[in-house]
C-alpha cells in the first residue's frame, strides 16, 4: 500500500498572481549547470547578489552546500544523481510559487533529470543556463583540486573524467566563461531576467 494514500494536497489561500503583487516580483528558476569549476558557483552568488541589491528576493541553492544537508545521504552513483537533482527540482519550484528568483548551481549531467526540473517547475519560469566551458579549462581551474583527484583514481564517477555530462542542445542562455568574466556572467543573466519580466 503506498503512503501516498494518506495525504491530502491542500491548496494555498494565495493564487500565485495575488503573491506576486504584494511581492512586488515573480518567481523563476534560473537553472545552472557545467562541468565543476565552470563557475557555476561563483556567477550564481554574484547573480543573487546583483538581484537582492535591484530590491527583489533571490536565493541560490548550491550543489555543494545542499549535499551537507538537505542531500547529505546520497552518493554520486547515476541514480543518486537523478535522486539529487529531483530533490533540487522540488525544492526549486517551491521557492518559485513562494515569488522567490531561484538560482540553483549544480552539475546536473543528465538532460532527463534537467527536463523534469523544468517539468517541475513550468516551462515558463524556468531557464536553463549552460555554462559553456571546455573540460581542459575547467581542469586548468581546478580551485579544489578535484580533477587532480579524479585523473588519480581517487574520485570515482567524476563528471568530464570518468562520467558523462550531457550538454543541454537548447539552453535558454549559454555563456563560456572563458572568454566572460564574473560581472558580464551576471550581466547577461540579469538582463535576461529582466526582459522576461522578473524584475520590474
Request: glycine share 8%; charged share 30%; net charge negative.
Amino acid at each position: 500500500m503506498s503512503s501516498k494514500r494518506n495525504l491530502t494536497k491542500h491548496n494555498p489561500l494565495l493564487s500565485p498572481e495575488q503573491r506576486s503583487s504584494h511581492l512586488g516580483q515573480r518567481g523563476a528558476v534560473l537553472w545552472l549547470t557545467g562541468l565543476s569549476a565552470s563557475g557555476k558557483s561563483t556567477i550564481g552568488y554574484a547573480l543573487e547578489k546583483k538581484i537582492v541589491e535591484s530590491g527583489k528576493i533571490a536565493y541560490v541553492l548550491d550543489g555543494d552546500n545542499v549535499r551537507h544537508g538537505l542531500n547529505g545521504d546520497l552518493g554520486f552513483s547515476p541514480e543518486d544523481r537523478n535522486e539529487n537533482i529531483r530533490r533540487i527540482g522540488e525544492v526549486a519550484n517551491l521557492f518559485a510559487e513562494a515569488g522567490v528568483i531561484v538560482i540553483t548551481s549544480f552539475i546536473s549531467p543528465y538532460r532527463a533529470d534537467r527536463d523534469q526540473a523544468r517539468e517541475t517547475c513550468g516551462n515558463e519560469r524556468f531557464f536553463e543556463v549552460y555554462l559553456d566551458v571546455p573540460v581542459e579549462v575547467c581542469e586548468e581551474r581546478d580551485p579544489k583540486g578535484l580533477y587532480k583527484k579524479a585523473r588519480a583514481g581517487e574520485i570515482p564517477e567524476f563528471t568530464g573524467v570518468s562520467a558523462p555530462y550531457e550538454a543541454p542542445e537548447s539552453p535558454e542562455v549559454r555563456i563560456d566563461t572563458a572568454a566572460n568574466d564574473v560581472d558580464a556572467c551576471v550581466a547577461v543573466l540579469f538582463d535576461k531576467l529582466a526582459s522576461a519580466g522578473y524584475l520590474r
